[in-house]
């Protein structure tokens, strides 16, 4: 049964930086597609960032470029988020999810919330000043 955790959200000032980490067993991680997903209180949720099996690929979402990172480590079944700049508006429960049936990412815009699936429980981030 593969699982999903995320950790390192919390409590961050504008401007402030977070890395959110996401440790996948009981998978093969390195076959899978992964994204980061967010959902604030009233809002849908959204694709912030998605990354290729390799890492070799990578999308985000326009509100986060320049700001957040994505990246993953296949010898520690681990997917990260650094986030730098936080703003207000980034304030949500960050989700990673895994593309168990792919292992590329669509590299002309979002993949589909539809094609990931298996999901962590999610991490609060909150910033506000």
């Known amino acids: 049964q593969v699982q999903l955790l995320e950790t390192g959200g919390g409590l961050a000032q504008p401007g402030d930086s977070l890395r959110l980490s996401c440790a996948v067993s009981?998978?093969?991680?390195?076959?899978?597609?992964m994204g980061w997903f967010r959902q604030a209180p009233g809002r849908e949720r959204e694709l912030v960032a998605d990354i290729s099996w390799s890492g070799t690929h990578t999308y985000y979402r326009d509100s986060v470029k320049g700001r957040f990172i994505v990246s993953r480590d296949n010898a520690l079944n681990t997917l990260y988020l650094q986030m730098n700049a936080l703003e207000p508006d980034d304030t949500a429960v960050y989700y990673c999810a895994a593309d168990t049936e792919n292992s590329e990412i669509l590299l002309f815009g979002p993949t589909p919330e539809g094609e990931f699936d298996l999901w962590g429980r999610g991490t609060q981030v909150t910033v506000s000043a």
């Open positions: 009981g998978g093969t991680f390195s076959d899978y597609a």
